[in-house]
């Protein structure tokens, strides 16, 4: 599992306006995916989640799938986050048909760096990070929505806040 070393974890979900860390993690095939090589072809939406094949996170995830082609008219790489492993992510993308990439932050490294982690569960707190790249190259937090784990993301206001 590759992930950033250097990551700060942090006890508040991450802001808007601050320089988003960048990451390296494993997405359902074992690839790796670097948020700073997403960022130069746009906008990228970090969704965190807890647990694959829960309710509401399947709701969440579908509903992304559903308007997918909004994310992409918008120009915004749209991902999944969780500690799930990859061979769930896998899993659970074949089983919902998801379009989106789902990333496996196992070490927690990532949902720990962005504010986004639960410890009573050992998992991954709900919350979603809209990112834009800067001039230096660097990413820039756009926009934060941190949510209660029973309360799935309101499309229209991620779609809203990437325009």
Known sequence: MTATATLTPRTNPIAAGEIAPDFTLK??????????????????????????????CSTEMKCVTDDFAKFEKAGATVVGISTDSFFANKAWREQLGLKQTLLADMHRQVCKAYGFYFPDLNVSSRGTVIISGDPANRGKVKWVQARELPNAMALDDVLAAIS
């Open 27 to 56: 997405d359902q095939d074992k690839n790796e995916w670097t948020l700073s090589a997403a960022l130069e072809e746009g906008d990228v939406v970090l969704c965190f989640y807890p647990m694959a094949f829960s309710g509401v």
